[in-house]
Structure formats: structure tokens, C-alpha cells
């Protein structure tokens, strides 16, 4: 008899297990589901490419999205509530009809969403990146030639929307409430250079004030922000407000499952939440050996790894096989201007960091992080080769003072 | 097989440098450069991995 798979979240980490399940031998049903009616779509041109010029969604789809893997695709369909003891998951689709669905393996890929300021939900030109719609919406607003945009929060798509902004000719403000933008990310003094390469920009940067409330007109009955109040007293006028301040895992739904949450699902070292239930992408919490902690990963590289491992996960189970633990180094990248950003491993503030080549005034450097003797994180701007390359010293566990010679000799 | 990479979509994140060294290269001037441009069988499943794990979907595989 066949089985039916279940994957929730049809984005990189849903449509990456559903395609390793296929390929790797699920021979019965796949039904992936996703209440984002475009979904199957790449995320990381929202900040970028697809804000900056006209592209059409479809330019952005998923690769596992054109291949013919005969997976049942059911778009508009949002997963309401789980009973592990019936193998069984509730729907909702969006014209209200409510249904369920059986399965004999599932896997939980629901991502996150955006957060929001509070109080402005309905206020025209306030927006967050996180699907097609935001983007478009954004863009939208972009296209209209606003005075200024101010981008509430300096982390990583905060940093690519102020970029791609300023790549449209618009005056920008970045705001963010801490001294040091990405300090837990990066460590202070890297997270200073990021700082200083919007500075170099044109970017109107103001570190270590929030937001006190934004300044609202109504028009025609619509609420519309004109500016956003600091809490340094200061007002900054502006037609757009993008907010990237993080993000929340959409795991409401899955509320007295009986699966353990916290900031997550967690699941085991292999991504197993459950029997016959695994977990992949920005919703899985997991515990690292490598580095010692329970984390989850909010990476578009770490989505596909994790797809895959969830799906060989499970059906490692089905096969009685042993399973194998989900444990890969992390990397990202993120475009700013004409600078990349490329980060290996998962680096934490109070870490060593060591610039070791290049030049940091010249923001193309390679910085090296270190923990108890060893080398956890390697961060480059515009030095692709050597954060690929030095990645491969995480992995082998490469001690901190080793790992730094080899790269000063790179 | 044959290597065919988009220059026009490839952004130099290295990616499949990472997996693929035999055939992949990105050098000190950030561009990338492909080594060996029909590589043997045994290199696929590592050509495959880079194909799916590029940033920019920039590599397919020919089969000719």
C-alpha cells in the first residue's frame, strides 16, 4: 500500500522535502498545501531585484516549482490545527471551505512572519518584506517617488531594502533601536562596518533610538504615515515606512498538538518533531553538537538542507533505517549596494572576531570568529571564495588559531 | 553532461564552489570560472547539488 505525505508550507524549505521525497523513493500522494496563494516563490529578490525593477513574479519561482515531480499543490489552503493521534490535519482554504487531511508522514514547514509595529495595521505606506504581496506593495509605493522611506530596524533585510532604495535614486533613514546594528549577528565591530557602508551610501542612519509613534494623515478615510516619531525626540518626514524588525514562527496553529514549541517547533537532532513528523526551515528548532546550542536558522541555504533532511528523515523512518543528524554549518549571504555579505557558521557577540585579509576601511575583508580555541564563523565582504573555502574549517572543527593562519595565507 | 552557467544571473556567491571545486572556481576578482566544462559522470551528484543549491538558479546541466 502507498502513503500519503503531507508537506505544510509550499516555500524553499516545503517544496525542497517534497522534492526529496519523490526523488528518493515516496511513490504514494504528496500534498503540499500553503495558504499564499502565489507561493512556490524565492524569497530572497523581495528585498532585492524584485523591489528594485518590474519583475514579474514568475521570474521568481521556486526551481522544485518547474520540475515535474507529480506533487499535488493546493495554494490557498491554510493548515488550522494538527491531531498527531489521528494522523490527521485540519484546513481551512480561502474561500472559507473547511476540510482535513490524512497523512501517513508530514512535514511542517510554515516559516515565520514578518513582525509588524504595533497599532499599524491599515496605515497606508507602512510595510513589511516578507511575501510577493508585501514586495508589490512596496514597490508600488517606491514607484509613486515618496520624499523619503525610513526602514525601522538595520538588520540583514532592513540593510538590502535601505540599499535597494538607494539604488532607486530615494533618500533613505534606517533606524535601528540598538547602539550597534547586528551585534548579536556579527559582534560590535562588524556590525559597525555594516553600519558605515549605508553611511558611505547616503543613508541617514540613527543608531539606538526606536520608534515613539508615526505621524498619521487621513485622507479620503485612509490613514497615511508622513513621518515616524523617534524616541530621540526627533520626527523624520516620510511617504514609506518599511519595517524589518524580525520575525515570528508561525506555529500558532499548532497550539495543544501535543508537539513541544518554543520560538519553534523542536524537534530532535535529526529534525523529528514527532513520530512520522519532522520539520524543516525558519519554524525548526533543533539542538546543534556542533555548537552546542538549540537554535533554529533563518537562512535560504539552511531551508533547502533542511527540506531535504526532514524528508530523508522520514522516510528513513518508514524503511526502519537509522536516521542521520541534521547538523550543517549555516551560511547566508546578503546584497547591499555593490557590497556582499557572506557569514559561515553562527557567530555570537561575545565571540573573538579577527580580521585576517584584506581591508575593512575598504569594506572587502575577511573576519574570523573564535570560541573556546575554536574557529565558529567566518564572516566575508565581497571575499565569496574565501567564506566558501574557510567554511570547509568549521566543519572539520578547525581550531581558531589554525584556521586563521591558513586564511592570512590565502 | 555539460556545464552551462547564466553569467548574466550568477552573482559569485561561491556556492557551488563550495561543492563542486572540480569544476567550479571563483577567483580574487570575484568572478566565477568554470574548470572543466563537461565534467565526468562521476562528478554529477555534486553538479546536481550546485545546481539546486546556486542562490540564483544561474546553473543547469546539458545533456548532450
Not at chain 1, 562596518?193 to 533610538?209: F, K, Q, S
Amino acid at each position: 500500500m502507498t502513503s500519503t505525505a503531507v508537506v505544510v508550507g509550499a516555500s524553499l524549505a516545503g517544496m525542497n522535502a517534497a522534492r526529496t521525497l519523490r526523488l528518493e523513493g515516496h511513490e504514494g500522494a504528496i500534498i503540499v498545501i500553503d495558504p499564499d496563494l502565489r507561493a512556490q516563490y524565492d524569497r530572497p529578490p523581495l528585498s532585492k531585484q524584485f523591489l528594485a525593477e518590474d519583475l514579474d513574479p514568475e521570474r521568481i519561482m521556486l526551481q522544485s516549482a518547474k520540475e515535474d515531480l507529480g506533487l499535488d499543490v493546493r495554494l490557498g489552503t491554510r493548515a488550522t490545527a494538527l491531531d498527531l493521534g489521528e494522523h490527521r490535519l485540519s484546513t481551512q482554504h480561502v474561500d472559507g471551505a473547511l476540510s482535513s487531511l490524512q497523512y501517513d508522514s508530514l512535514v511542517i514547514a510554515t516559516g515565520a512572519s514578518a513582525r509588524r509595529l504595533p497599532e499599524t495595521a491599515g496605515v497606508a505606506g507602512v510595510h513589511v518584506v516578507r511575501t510577493v504581496d508585501d514586495s508589490l506593495a512596496l514597490r508600488a509605493d517606491l514607484d509613486a517617488g515618496p520624499r523619503r522611506v525610513v526602514v525601522i530596524g538595520a538588520g540583514f533585510i532592513g540593510g538590502e531594502v535601505a540599499a535597494t532604495c538607494r539604488g532607486r535614486g530615494l533618500e533613505v533613514t534606517l533606524v535601528e533601536a540598538m547602539p550597534v546594528p547586528l551585534e548579536r549577528a556579527l559582534g560590535a565591530a562588524m556590525g559597525e562596518v555594516c553600519a558605515r557602508v549605508h553611511v558611505e551610501h547616503g543613508v541617514d542612519v540613527r543608531l539606538g533610538t526606536g520608534v515613539e509613534k508615526l505621524e498619521t494623515i487621513t485622507v479620503d478615510g485612509i490613514d497615511r504615515v508622513v513621518g515616524v516619531h523617534l524616541t530621540d525626540g526627533t520626527l523624520v518626514e516620510a511617504d514609506v515606512v518599511v519595517v524589518g524588525i524580525g520575525v515570528t514562527v508561525n506555529t500558532g496553529w499548532l497550539e495543544g498538538s501535543g508537539l513541544t514549541l518554543d520560538d519553534g517547533i523542536v524537534c530532535d537532532d535529526t529534525l523529528l518533531a514527532a513520530p512520522g513528523v519532522a520539520a524543516a526551515g525558519d519554524i525548526a528548532r533543533y539542538y546543534s553538537h556542533r555548537f552546542d546550542r538549540s537554535f533554529r536558522i533563518e537562512h535560504w541555504e539552511h531551508a533547502i538542507a533542511g527540506g531535504e533532511a526532514a524528508a530523508r528523515r522520514l522516510l528513513a523512518e518508514q524503511r526502519g533505517e537509522a536516521p542521520t543528524i541534521f547538523d550543517p554549518v549555516p551560511w547566508f549571504w546578503s546584497d547591499q549596494y555593490d557590497r556582499k555579505i557572506q557569514l559561515s557558521g553562527r557567530p555570537e557577540a561575545t565571540d573573538i572576531a579577527r580580521v585576517v585579509h584584506g581591508s575593512v576601511e575598504e569594506f572587502r575583508f575577511v573576519t574570523m570568529y573564535g570560541r573556546e580555541g575554536r574557529l565558529v564563523g567566518v564572516l566575508g565582504m565581497n571575499r565569496p571564495r574565501h567564506v566558501i573555502q574557510l567554511r570547509g574549517l568549521i566543519e572539520e572543527g578547525a581550531s581558531f588559531e589554525d584556521a586563521c593562519a591558513r586564511a592570512e595565507a590565502m | 553532461m555539460r556545464v552551462v552557467v547564466d553569467f548574466d544571473l550568477c552573482e559569485s556567491n561561491a556556492v557551488c564552489m563550495g561543492i563542486a571545486p572540480e569544476i567550479f572556481e571563483v577567483r580574487d576578482d570575484d568572478f566565477l570560472y568554470i574548470l572543466d566544462e563537461n565534467p565526468s559522470e562521476s562528478l554529477r551528484a555534486k553538479l546536481e547539488e550546485s545546481v539546486q543549491r546556486c542562490p540564483k538558479q544561474a546553473i543547469s546541466i546539458a545533456e548532450d
